[in-house]
């Protein structure tokens, strides 16, 4: 593949308006063509539609052909058939496919169909969002329809007490998220009474976003609401909507841990699409781009260019040319810099960019959302707080700025493009990171291979446990529940007796045996772990929170901490109370913690031989961790010095994956024992880069140690461990996988521009040891030796 003449391997005719090709000689005039390292245009696709179902209520077809949809897609009738004959339903199809419709056919049919029952409301709907601002999106569209008799509404955080029992007592459609299922509707059941003999549907939008201990936490949830919905003579039928994923009906199944039915074959149109990857290019000491002769020649102080710098350029010619550009960043500051930058590098109006994130005020949300509609605003900067099924429609171009984490993620913000039928422009600019290196080189790892599977494991025990013991608060348990919470429960239940939970009654039941509330020892988007607030000490304001494990890291004693551009400097940490005190200041400094890791190989699982000096594991490990110092570093990154702590170990009781190999082996490969610590390490760090490539992780979910002896395998060892207690299921995605996932680090490896290793391939921005040992060699040789053996 050459860099000046990307290939394209579909040709899609012109259209009028916003040309992406144009677009992209725009912006790699000059030099620039070095950036542009793929394009490939995605063909066009006609729509395929069907009628509408005999069943549906006429109201609601009369509402939507009201709204110019004359014909539903395939794919929306479809599910729409399956959800009506009562069988669990996910619909996977793609960005703008209408999956909305696919639920609200049957849904609204059966509201409507129950306004003849004496109550008003004979069926009720349960719709669960991960944001509230998606909620609100879909009541502004139910909305729309202006349906007779259809009483909908928001019940989230911001509901006023009196609303919230008109809610519960006529609401028939109710738009919520899991922590208001957690925090109000399950533990005040009985309120909830009457909407629960109803409750005809469940709906679960955005879906794929339930992966890892999010999921785990979701799949407990829903276990219990359909426990307690019984409990009122309801068996709801689920519906989930969800971006394309691998395996849709399995994980559908896991989260609500019922059969169901996958529908995926999209019936939408689409109009075509150009879709580029790009590479910031490598800087020199003075900042200027260097080229290709520079980096053969080995310059030594080379950098990448920041990606939000380099996403900010393209948004500001994107911009200036009249394209509405949407940029996707990773964090809320990442958004705030990026719109910041493109003001400052626009020749046109500063004013038409914005930033939208969370944490804004939500009027705040919804006139950003209709400026953007509108067209007042032609660039924005945003999180995936506009990823998640916002209707936003009629961008020219849509920049991603970094891996998003998923492959679902990375198609559901490149299809905010053109989603009013109009050709559009989609760019994945790479972050410096292993990963983002080996797509911006291996394009067929984008679009020939089929989306990752979401992991989910609904058994982990430090997710569910807690989960029973607000189930037994709800209802007390039974053996029989077990039908629900799977064959772990049992076990689960007697740990929580033996802690005093949980007293088990003569009659056989589990109860709630404590005077606290126990849905407060659920943290949905968590572990359950408290968190440490920062302090600023001398008005006792409260800053921002961490959780225990980061405040080591993060707000020791004389760490530097940045809240809202200004900087304070720690004075206490006091992990007991769970108070960080800071003063504000800015020192001139920046610091940064350095930690000690260690493991212990608990249980193997599964493992193979790889051969006589090689083997593979999975399963249960111990990480121990301490951070013993940090380090003082001026802005130019010169080290001040180095100052000791004194904090407690922390323990990890998780699973991993991991790898052994004997001396001979390694020596085979020409690693000596002097290289085996700089050749694990590396390999490590990669390793940990590459496995969202094959699970649904963030490289922040998961870690990583390596050692040149283990006392348990008395080998060389690389440990990859899932960063949650107990487990997320990425550990063992990368085990199953290990094939796909080690030949890929390699490939990244091998295809950094750098000699001895940079953050695009062994560096780890959250590495402990200060990135040393690294041996970028010796590591490669290392991974082509374990990759070699796992090819069949």
Partial sequence: MSATSPPHRTSASPRAGFDPQRALTQLTRGDRIERLRHVEVLPERAARTSPWPTWAHPAVVAAFEGLGVSEPWSHQVEAAEHAHAGRHTVLATGTASGKSVGYLLPALTSVLDGTTAPSGRGATVLYLSPTKALAADQLARLGALALPGLRAATYDGDTPADERRWIREHGSYVLTNPDLVHHSLLPRHERWAPFLRALRYVVIDECHVYRGVFGAHLAALLRRLRRVARRYGSEPTFVLASATVAEPAEHARRLTGLPCVAVTDDGSPRSPMTFALWEPPMLDEHGSPLGPEDLAAGALQASRRSTLTESADLLARLTDAGAQTVAFARSRKGVEVLAETTRSLRHGDAGRIAAYRGGYLPEERRELERALRSGSIVGLAATNALELGI????????????????????????????????????????????LDTYLVTHPEAIFERPVEATVVDPDNPYVLGPHLAAAAAELPLTVDDAGYFGPTMTGLLATLVARGALRRRPNGGWYWARADYAHDHVSLRGTGESVVQIVERRSGAVLGTVDHEAAQRQVHAGAVYVHQGRSHVVTDLDLEGSCALVVPGDPGWTTTARTESAFDLLAEERGRDLGPDLRLSFGSVAVRSRVTSFLRRLPSGEVLGEHPLELPESVLRTRGVWWTMTDRWLAERGIDPATIPGATHAAEHAAIGMLPLVATADRWDVGGVSTALHPDTGLPTILVYDGHPGGAGFAERGHDRAATWLSATAAAIRACECRDGCPSCVQSPKCGNGNEPLDKGAALRLLDGVVAALEP
Avoid: I, K, N, Y
């Avoid at 209707?391 to 679902?408: E, H, I, K, R």
């Fill in 391 to 434: 209707d936003v429609s009629g961008l020219d171009a849509v920049l991603m700025c970094g891996w998003p984490g998923t492959f679902a993620s990375l198609w559901q913000q490149a299809g905010r493009a053109g989603r009013s039928g109009r050709e559009a422009l989609a760019v994945f600019v790479a972050d410096d990171d292993p």
